[in-house]
């Protein structure tokens, strides 16, 4: 299954995208793709329904906008240089353990929406990541083979990044990774049960049209299910919460000379089997 949302921001429905691109509105069935729907086992109800509805259930109007995929996450957790080749390009040494911090909620937006730069940026970056959906709460998972019954589905997170107020700034990261309109994502997330091997995706990223970023998820350092299992450790993993995964070589910091984004810059997206993404960069 591939759930979607649409709608302007403030009044998102649910939807799924159907095999033939279609996308159908299931906001007579359920009232948000968020943390009551997962926890309560909604994907075995949204099954279901798919099963007995199909295509009588309503088309979704193509004006009407592509929103986030999920409702507002409980939390954004990210994981930093979780890529053996960003490492190297970073000249930093690979972890012994995930690097993890936190980005605000509200910087989920659609995947077609705009990236805000900044007021006084002069180095927002870019960042594929594959990003995981937590599907029910998840709290000291006894292995990492549970950790895989703990996971909702797949989408493509957009961490985009302010680098002078990431790393120039006192260190704090995540006043670098929280800045408005900072984590399109979509346009869908696709359940488990969508993938062969999702630690055998490839994934790209283009500004104006020029590929910067191109790699695959087989080089994650610490793949999903260790993270999911890693993380319940130190948290409580809340149904619908999501976690950015890491990003491969390609961000315009470890570029020479580094290259940034500035207004009127357009980036696209790409993982296999995930769909596309396409921002334009406006002032904030």
């Not at 409980?74 to 960003?86: A, P, R």
């Not at 390009?89 to 509200?106: H, R």
């Not at 960042?127 to 549970?146: F, N």
């Not at 995706?201 to 049209?209: D, R, T, Y």
Request: hydrophobic share 35%; glycine share 10%.
């Amino acid at each position: 299954m591939k759930l979607i949302r649409f709608g302007n921001p403030g009044a998102e429905k649910p939807g799924v995208l159907t095999d033939t691109n279609k996308r159908k509105d299931l906001s007579d069935y359920f009232s948000d793709w968020d943390r009551n729907f997962f926890r309560e086992g909604g994907l075995n109800k949204l099954q279901q329904v798919l099963q007995e509805q199909g295509d009588t259930l309503p088309d979704i109007p193509s004006k009407f906008r592509w929103a986030s995929c999920v409702a507002r996450p409980g939390k954004v957790i990210c994981i930093g240089l979780n890529y053996s080749d960003h490492a190297a390009e970073s000249g930093m040494p690979v972890p012994l353990e995930p690097i993890v911090f936190q980005k605000a909620a509200n910087t989920v937006v659609g995947p077609y929406d705009p990236i805000l730069i900044p007021r006084g940026s002069e180095k927002t970056d870019w960042e594929v990541e594959l990003g995981i959906v937590i599907g029910k709460d998840a709290r000291y998972l006894p292995s990492v083979e549970a950790a895989k019954n703990s996971i909702g589905g797949y989408c493509i997170s957009h961490d985009v990044s302010e680098r002078a107020f990431q790393l120039e700034r006192g260190g704090q990261w995540t006043k670098g990774k929280s800045c408005d309109n900072f984590n399109p994502l979509g346009p869908f997330m696709a359940t488990v049960e969508e993938f062969r091997d999702v630690h055998a995706l490839n994934m790209k990223l283009l500004v104006n049209g020029e590929q910067m970023q191109q790699g695959n998820t087989r080089t994650m350092i610490f793949d999903c299910y260790y993270l999911v299992h890693y993380l319940s450790q130190f948290m409580t993993l809340e149904a619908g919460d999501l976690i950015s995964t890491g990003t491969p070589p390609g961000v315009g910091l470890g570029m020479k000379p580094a290259r940034y984004l500035k207004a009127g810059d357009r980036v696209s997206v790409e993982i296999e089997g995930l769909g596309s993404q396409e921002q334009v960069c406006l002032p904030a």
